[in-house]
């Protein structure tokens, strides 16, 4: 029997399932194992998975270190390769128990599920790409599958629609900061010189940047008066501006909380705007015309 049944199609944003490549047997006993979590053998695939990432992300940081380097290299290099072949393993059985395998190798933790292994592999030909491997805590977004959190999609879905509501406003605002930070970068370019360490206008814009953020590095610093003149000013306006993308972002995340609303103007009193579900004028408390 290859037809899924209507209980297997995908429920939500993060539990993303797909249609299992056989409603019986062993493959799909696998299917429920690995995209399932309702029975306790689903649960704890799930909690011995995420324990597994854990410990393959703390294995890529320790080998990182190099006291730690020097005298556990090899037995951490096994253990990566250990966890790179049972996540490999993990990959095909997903595959294999899914009806439309390419569809889940697309899908957001397909992808997630291949950057997480193909770090190691690809460190056979380039030895520095091993550390990537941490890419692979990406993979404990599952959690929220786990400890049933996937209800609160929907509260995600709203942040999202308040960013790209904002997009716009966002990008002037992002247009006018290149600009200031372009201008001021050459003019402490043509005051300081690169014999102050403004070796370039690109040198320049990245003070410009580091100011206006506030951070102030250190690494460069003007040293004449003017140039010092040029730098409180950035500073003032990076404070001024600072907060324009949060105010923008909140504004429509506000907008985006208000309940929705129709209008329908009241026969009584003239309210034009009254709530989407609002039977009832709320100033006058008079019925409102449905024909409108």
Known sequence: MDDPNATERPRNLFEKEYYPASTSGARYRWYRLVF???APD???FDLWL???????????ILDSVPAVKAQWHG???LAEWFFTLLFTAEYILRLWVVRKPLRYARSFYGAIDLLAILPTFLSLLFPASASLTVIRALRLLRIFRVLKLVEYSSEAGVLIEALLRSR???FVFIA??????VIFGALMYVVEGPEKGFT???????WAIVTVATVGFGDIAPT???GRFITSVLIVIGYSIIAVPTGIYTAELARSLQPKRRVVRCTECGLPDHESDAWHCRKCGRSLPSDQ
């Open 75 to 77: 037995a951490l290099y």
């Open 36 to 38: 399932h979590h309702d």
């Open 42 to 44: 689903e649960r704890n």
């Open 50 to 60: 995420i324990a597994a990432i854990l410990a393959s992300v703390a294995v890529v």
């Open 200 to 206: 370039s206008i690109p040198t320049g814009m990245y």
């Open 176 to 181: 006018t900061l290149l600009t200031i930070v």
């Open 224 to 226: 004449t008066s003017f």
């Open 168 to 170: 716009r406003k966002i």
